[in-house]
């Protein structure tokens, strides 16, 4: 079983829909958890931390359940900007990430 | 501020050779890691350094090899390089340790192939 799992899309929406990505991780030790967002060929870039209170950001909110090892992202309003592949990451230990494969999103006119 | 720097952006090598990637943190950050990304995948964890001491490894063959300088830059090596290492290499940095605060910020990348 992978540490984090993500279905790989692609998503593909409208501009001005909801979309919700979902997330699983195997290790109940893990400490800390995020949303990178990844642009073709290019680094990852954090978007958002995601705490149990939940937090939001614009347009954008993060969830985490983890009596369920589940972790959410919402996105309001979709942008064709948004469209990138994003990924969810756990962090185990000092400074190990744990990336899922990641969740393509592509945003169309 | 200069954000994580990378070189070299590309390199091909072939089948047996070694290489040598290297990177510079953000100013003020001790903590540099390194990420193997192919195709289609998530980046995996390769190593960590803070104060130019290994504090993590991840599921590598000894034919990666990594430091970190007094000045907190890095380098990564891989000797014997195989097909399968061709992938985008990216080095992160961060603050400190790891505390629940830090941040890890990734560099470009170096995109590695092997012919």
């Known amino acids: 079983r992978k540490e984090v799992e993500q279905d790989p899309g692609p998503f593909n929406v409208p501009e001005g829909a909801t979309v919700a990505f979902n997330c699983t991780y195997s290790n109940s030790a893990s400490q800390s958890f995020f949303w990178y967002r990844q642009d073709c060929r290019k680094e990852p870039k954090l978007l958002m931390s995601v705490y149990s209170s939940g937090n ?4 954008f909110t993060a969830q985490l359940n ?3 090892q589940y972790i959410s992202l919402l996105i309001r309003d979709s942008k064709l900007s948004d469209s990138a592949t994003y990924l969810c990451v756990v962090r185990m230990g000092f400074q190990k990430l744990v990336f899922g494969t990641g969740t393509r ?3 169309s006119p | 501020d200069a954000g994580v720097t990378q070189s070299p952006t590309h390199l091909i090598k072939t089948r047996g050779q070694q290489v040598t ?3 510079s943190p953000i100013s003020g950050h001790k903590s540099v890691s390194w990420y193997q990304q192919v195709l289609g995948q998530g980046p995996q964890f390769i190593f960590q350094y803070y104060e130019k001491e290994e504090r993590g490894r991840g599921n590598f063959p000894d034919r990666f090899s990594a430091r970190q300088f007094p000045n907190y830059s890095s380098e990564l090596n ?3 390089l195989l097909l399968g290492d061709s992938a985008l290499y990216l080095c992160a940095s961060s603050p ?3 505390a629940s605060t830090d941040t890890q910020y990734f560099g470009p990348g170096t995109r590695l192939t092997v012919l």
């Open chain 1, 56 to 59: 939001e950001d614009g347009r």
């Open chain 1, 66 to 68: 983890r009596a369920s």
């Open chain 1, 105 to 107: 999103l592509l945003v």
């Open chain 2, 21 to 23: 990637l290297r990177c």
């Open chain 2, 78 to 80: 891989v000797n014997a």
């Open chain 2, 96 to 98: 400190g340790q790891g």
